[in-house]
Each structure stands twice: as C-alpha cells, then as structure tokens.
C-alpha cells in the first residue's frame, strides 16, 4: 500500500507534470516540430539585427497540464504570443510563442527561458555592425519610434545614425521608409560602408494629412522599426454667422452663411440648424420654420482648408424660411469645436393676409383668405359687404372665430398660417353685392383685406 | 332688396366658415412626383406626392395637365384622370391659360378641364424664360418654368427650385421652394 501511494505522489508531483510538456522549435509557415534540448541554439545576427523564434509547448502525456509560469531573462532576449498563467494545456494541446534577440552590440549572448519548472539555456550572437541610434539611444529590429503629435500641415523630424563601433570597416544599407506620412529628409546618400567610429546621419520627416494615427516603418541597416505619429487638425478661428439682414419678421426668406476672420486652416464639418423658441402660449408645430430646399430645420456645414467661408449645404449659403411664429429664432452652428448662436426676434404681429378671393356661385357669396396669425390668437372676423354705389350694407357682421381658429392652429403643423373660407347664402339678387372686406383681429390688433371685388 | 340681403347673410356667416391650409398649387419634384404646395407666398410647405413618372405639368386656372412616358393626360373635376388624344411635344402657357402646340407648329389648342379645344391659330403672349428673367433677379440659370397654380409658377434651376407669383397688373416676385420636407420623427419639429 505504501508503495502504491509513492507512485501516485509521484505521478502527481509537479516532475510528473512537467515530464508531460515538450518543447520544440516550431518554425512559422511549416509543420517541421523539432524538440529542443536544454541547451539550444537560438540564431545569430548583426548587431542591431534581430533573430526571432517560433516555440511550441505541447502536452504529451495523458493528465491537463497547468503552465504556471513562462518567461524569459537575458540581455536582448524578449518573448510574444505566451499565455498568461496560469494556463491550462490539455493533452495533445499546444502553445506557441515567439523568443526575439535584437542584439545591439556585437558578442555572445545567453537566454534564460523558464517554463514551470523547466529551464532552457538559448545562445545566440551578434556580429560586428553598424548600430542605428535614434533620438534616444541604439535601437533594435521591433523597436517603435514614436513621432509625436503634429498639426496637419507641419513637419516633425526625428534624428538618426548608423554608427559604426567596431574597429573594422563594416558595410551599411542606406534608410528606407514606408508609410503615406513619413519620408526622408533629403540629403547625402548613404556609403556603402563605415569605417571605425564612423557614423551616417538621416532624419525621418512625419507629415500627417489629416487627424488620426500613421504608422509606417524604418528599414535601415538591416533593423527594421516601426514608426508611428498622430496628426491633428489646427484650430479653426472662430466662425462667424451672417443673414443678409438684420431684423426679420414671420414669413421671411433669409439667406445665410457661415464665415472666418481669417482663412481657415482646418479642416472641418458639423451642423447649422435652427431652433424655435416661441412665444408664451405657443406651441412649436411650425413646418414653415426650415431650410430651403432640404426642408430641415439642419444642414451640413463643412471647412476646406484655406476656404474663408465655410460651405453650407454644399453651396456658398444656404436660404431659410423663418416661418409664421412669433418667438426667438436662434441659428446655430457647430462647427470645428465652435458653437455659434446667431438669435433674433420673431415680433408678434397683427394678421398678415396673402391673398384673397370673392366669388359668387349658386346664389352664395365665397369669401377666402389666405394669411398667417404669428401669435395664434384670432379670435373676431368682421365682414363688410358693399353695395355697388361703394356703401356698406348695413352693419359689418362680427363672427367670434376664437375657438374654430384655436381649434385650427391646435391641430395644424403649418405654424400660423391659414385659409379660411366663408360662404354666405344670398337670398335675392347676388349681383346686388360688388365688393367685401373682411377684417381679423388678434392679440395684437386688427387687420383688414383691401376692398374684395368679384 | 338691399335689406333682403343683410338679412341672408347674417343669418348663415357662423355656419359656412372653414379653415384649412391653404392651396398654392402643385408641382413637379425633382423626382416626377406631383406634390401640392401648402402655405403662403414666402413659407411653403410640400404635401405627399400624389403621383409619379410625371415628366412635365401644369396646374392653373384651366384644370391641371401632365406628360408621362404614355402621352399627355388632364386631371379634371371628381378626380377623372383623362388621356389627352393630341400628338404634340410642347406645352405653352400664357399669363392665364395652357396650350398646346400642334405638330405643324402653326396651331395650338387651348387646354380646359380634360379637354382640348379645335386648333387655332397660336396666341402671340405666350411666355418664355426670358419674360422672368427679364423682370426678376435671379440666383441662377433658369432651365425651364411650369405652371403651378393660378397666378403661380415654378422656375426650374439646377441648385433650386422657385415660386414666382405673377397677379394680373403686378410685377412677378420670387422666393425659393422646399424640395422636400423632413420627416416629422426627426426630432426637431
């Protein structure tokens, strides 16, 4: 029985668990798994230079295998793609990663890779080169070098040098960049080769066309590294809202746009709407209140760079109707990070009457008109009928139209406007009639139509 | 008599009074669609379009004409669409009436309600972009114009659409349409 539970602590104990995982040298793009042994030959490569690994840990027993730890220790040795432990490998399951040298100095080199309680030894060596520097320092394939922030339109330069440390003469290749916002800055071409202590100078130039993250990479000397920069746009100067006149009143057409100081060096876009704050007592159920021809209370608004207007609606301006309320009439702009208020007042106004029509049809008199009430507040029609000799008809007939227009204007969306329509039965000749007036009164006070003729 | 009369219509005023939104005319959307036109001169308001495939029309006082891709149709009284049997390619309007020219090009027939007169000679004040260009400023090249109600016209340019009111005696004046209307869950009504 003792014996019996030996073996089990054994097969249990963290030996046994470690006897389940393989390691092998597992290269990208193949099947090829060739099991590395405890003391293994990771590559070489010139200084600043990079050799990089693909290993693979397999679970070869029968039991789940915890991986409780994995790293790796030693100058210029770094690792990707490993699993945070810990991590459970089942059997017949694999994890890869990826041991890197990137050597900045010439010599040899050794790697401390811990897998639970395994260790593997990796050399590896760095030939005499030439090391590229950047702003701060030697650098390595892999490297990030970051340009910073810039305004679209600017440049900013990072400084580089391939310096030659050894005390021989070594061949060099010249920068290379890629990427739409990075380039070279011009100068001499890069020799062929270095001789001891000597150095060969460039400078990377990072010119964004716009705002957002460029990448690209710097391939020189052998070392490749990854260059990065944000841009951003300049501040736009403050945008200025213009109408082609100052007071407005119900029922206009105003046109307007969106203007700067000065060019404006940013690009840009947002919004021009209108807001409606009516008088109390008034609801906003304007239709008429909106921009011509989209028929929006918004429209786009956009800057090109360099423009001195901005381009509203896609056009130099754009033409809104201001509707039949009265109240506060704000124009609003949003626009590169401004928020424009242009606010007029929409005065409260008498009736305003558009047009109208008398006739007469099957012994009746059709009285119509057509205006708009910006208060909503019609409460009286009067009604005047003339005889052809130009005097009245006997007393003008006053009708309370309080509630038959505040029903209309309740369930209406066209804001103050109206038609309204009368038809009065005539006994006797129609022909007796030869003009009307009629006359409508609101909070403001009383308007009249000009003399209805048929 | 005089008194017979005040005495009617004093009688029926509260009764016969209607308020409704007021009619302008129709007209031809950007998309072939017929669509009434609501409001007052300076502040329209488009209606749903009533119709579709429309390649040219005319609203007025002599009942409302249209060109579609089957030939030219009227619209008259109790919402009786009829075809029109003219061979002609060209609509001509006047201050105050629509014609049509007959493929000789000498006579014309005058439209009315779904009907087209006998050819005759064609009137002499027929109207032309230049007749509104001429009198009125405006913001862009003129393509085309159509009639849109009674006392009304549309004038077609290629950033706008335009309103021309022109009253017997008076001079025309202009302001530009809508083309369209936001929906109302826009959120911003």
Redesign the interface.
Known sequence: VIQLLLLLAALLSPLALRAQLQLYDAPPGTTEETPVPSLHQHGSTGAGGVVSRRYRLRNIGALTVTLTRIRISGTGFSMTGQPSPPHLVTPGNNVDFTVHFKPLEPGSFTGHLEINTASYILQATAGAAAVLYGPDGAIGSGSTIDLGRTERGNVTSASFEIRNTTAATVPISGPGVTGAAFSLEEGPPAPPSLGPGERFAFAVRFTPAGAGVFRGTLTANNVVVQLTGSGFEPQMPRPFITLDRTLLRSNDQVRVRVSFNEPSRAIASGQLRLELTPVTGVRDADNGLKFLPNGGRSVPVSVERDAAAASVNGGADVVFQTGTTAGTLAVVLELGGWTERHTVTIAPETVRIDSTRLSSAGGALDVQVNGYDNTRSVDKLSFTFYAANGQPIGAPMDVDAASSFANWFSGSSLGGIFGLRARFPVTGDVRGIASAEVKLTNSLGVSSTERLTF | ??????????G???C????????IGHMRDRRGGIVPV?????????GPPIADGIDEASFGPDGAFFRTAEGWFAFGSGARIVKLEVETVELLLTRKGTWMRDPTGEQCRRLRGTAASSAQPCPADFLTVEDFTSRIELPEEITAFERMGDDWFVLRGA???YAVRWTAGGEPQM????????E?D?G??
């Open positions: 008599m005089t008194r017979l009369l005040l005495l009617a219509l004093t029926v005023a509260l016969a009074a209607q308020i409704l939104p007021p009619l609501y409001g007052v001169a300076g502040t329209f308001t488009l950033r706008g659409l302001w530009q349409l809508p083309e369209a209307e936001a109302p826009q911003d009504r």
